[in-house]
């Protein structure tokens, strides 16, 4: 199986600070991987495919890089709804597994 | 707009049987592979079972392999899993989720809300 991990957790920042989390695959997965935001007694909500491409809708302060074994989620300038748990999910091959998830919390 | 909506949730004792439902609406049910994907309380998320668009092929998480049926009646737009021999370790939020549209593998684009599966006795 594929092990993903999640850097870091959890995460302290502020309104406006740039944020990047960091996702690594213990497998080269390609651009196979995917980024997505839950928000407490809420269903995951998909922020970015295949590494980079923006969901439909999610806001532009969102974006993602990284193929092979590295990938990064990058937060321009965090707005008070971005607080949240963010998770990695390869899409490389089944099972399909997660990150841990790495929350981002107000400093 | 694309809606799913599960149900069939509730609290069994272990070894007991529940079956999941999810309904969908507001896109073609039958051209899309589905998921269920699940979360234990406090703790992050795990892929429980993916079916292929047209019901041909069906993949499952080790943990679930054997127990678990993954199926699906598109005339009835509806995805199901059937839960047996349950064990406390299966207490989770179950959601149904979507494949994506585009390139990229299986990746999950739409969410139900979750149904809470209570395995105890």
């Known amino acids: 199986d594929i092990q993903m991990t999640q850097s870091p957790s959890p995460l302290s920042a502020s309104v406006g600070d740039r944020v990047t989390i960091t996702c690594r695959a213990s497998?080269?997965?390609?651009?196979?991987l995917n980024w997505y935001q839950q928000k407490p007694g809420k269903a995951p909500k998909l922020l970015i495919y295949a590494a980079s491409n923006l969901q439909s809708g999610v806001p532009s302060r969102f974006s993602g890089s990284g193929a092979g074994t590295d990938f990064t989620l990058t937060v321009t300038s965090l707005q008070p709804e971005d607080f949240a748990t963010y998770y990695c999910?390869?899409?490389?091959?089944?099972?399909?597994?997660f990150g841990g998830g790495t929350k981002v919390e107000i400093k | 707009q694309v809606q799913l909506v599960e149900s069939g949730g509730g609290v069994v004792q272990p070894g007991r049987s529940l079956r999941l439902s999810c309904a969908a609406s507001g896109f073609t049910f039958s051209s899309y592979a589905m998921h269920w994907v699940r979360q234990a309380p406090g703790k992050g998320l795990e892929w429980v079972a993916l079916?292929?668009?047209?019901?041909?092929?069906?993949y499952y998480a080790d943990s679930v392999k054997g127990r678990f049926t993954i199926s699906r009646d598109d005339s009835k737009n509806t995805l199901y899993l059937q839960m047996n021999s349950l064990r406390p370790e299966d207490t989770a939020v179950y959601y149904c989720a979507r494949t994506g549209d585009d390139a990229g593998g299986y990746y999950f684009d739409y969410w139900g809300q979750g149904t809470l599966v209570a395995v105890s006795s």
């Open positions: 079916i292929s668009y047209d019901g041909s092929d069906k």
């Open positions: 999910q390869q899409s490389y091959g089944t099972p399909l597994t």
């Open positions: 497998q080269s997965i390609g651009s196979y």
